[in-house]
């Protein structure tokens, strides 16, 4: 079992910045690749980023690339999404997910555990 937690969440406005942290407790994190998604009002969740094992290989959606960031640190149990000029469309509850795959996935059903969310609110 691997509990996440979600922090750093809150209102931003465009243009701005936010680093999210998920701390993650239970079996060790380096055995699990990780993934960050989101979910905006009335929209299904969607994949945002996502990295290896080791922290060497990470992954972003189109939307995102160049403006976020995905990290882990194994010694500190942690994952995080840098943010940066965040406009309104990125507006959504961000979940942090693991995954004991050895491989780089971005689809939602190859995750096994999930966070609560943090909420992320980009005003024009």
């Known amino acids: 079992q691997v509990q996440l937690v979600e922090s750093g969440g809150g209102l931003v406005q465009a243009g701005g910045s936010l680093r999210l942290s998920c701390a993650a407790s239970?079996?060790?994190?380096?055995?699990?690749?990780m993934g960050w998604f989101r979910q905006a009002p009335g929209e299904e969740r969607e994949w945002v980023a996502v990295?290896?094992?080791?922290?060497?290989?990470?992954v972003y959606a189109d939307s995102v690339k160049g403006r976020f960031t995905i990290s882990k640190d194994n010694r500190k149990n942690a994952l995080y999404l840098q943010m940066k000029s965040l406009k309104p469309e990125d507006t959504a509850v961000y979940y942090c997910?693991?995954?004991?795959?050895?491989?780089?996935?971005?689809?939602?059903?190859?995750?096994?555990?999930w966070g609560q969310g943090t909420q992320v609110t980009v005003s024009s």
């Open positions: 997910a693991a995954t004991q795959s050895i491989m780089v996935i971005t689809a939602e059903r190859g995750y096994d555990y």
């Open positions: 239970g079996r060790t994190f380096s055995s699990f690749a």
């Open positions: 990295i290896s094992r080791s922290g060497k290989t990470t």
